[in-house]
């Protein structure tokens, strides 16, 4: 049985930062993909960053404009999480935040993620 659990969410004001957590059970986070999504009232969900192994066996990243450069998705192992680091934080932001994960890495998209997980809300005044 495969658990995504987030944590870190919370207000904050523009200019600041938070750290997401998403702590895994049942799943591997280092052996597959893994990618941090939000939603917007009113908006669709999109694709903010993902972190997968890469072709060189290394660590890959990705991540939507919007966020270059303010946020950095990182992962722990021995703790089996993911993090999303995020500063600079914008109005804009404010959205609720979900980890998911895959075994297959083909992109940012909501439908290339199997589990997810139930959320956390980032509001940024």
């Known amino acids: 049985h495969v658990q995504l659990v987030e944590s870190g969410g919370g207000s904050v004001q523009a200019g600041g930062s938070l750290r997401l957590s998403c702590a895994a059970s049942g799943y591997t986070v280092s052996h597959n993909c893994m990618a941090w999504f939000r939603q917007a009232p009113g908006k669709e969900r999109e694709g903010v960053a993902r972190?997968?192994?890469?072709?060189?066996?290394?660590?890959?990243?990705d991540y939507v404009d919007s966020v270059k450069g303010r946020f950095t998705i990182s992962r722990d192992g021995a703790s089996n999480s993911v993090y999303l680091q995020m500063n600079s934080l914008k109005p804009d932001d404010t959205a609720m935040y979900y980890c998911?994960?895959?075994?297959?890495?083909?992109?940012?998209?909501?439908?290339?993620?199997?589990?997810w997980g139930q959320g956390t809300q980032v509001t940024v005044s």
């Open positions: 972190i997968y192994n890469d072709y060189n066996g290394g660590v890959g990243t």
């Open positions: 998911a994960g895959s075994p297959h890495c083909a992109g940012l998209k909501t439908y290339h993620y199997v589990y």
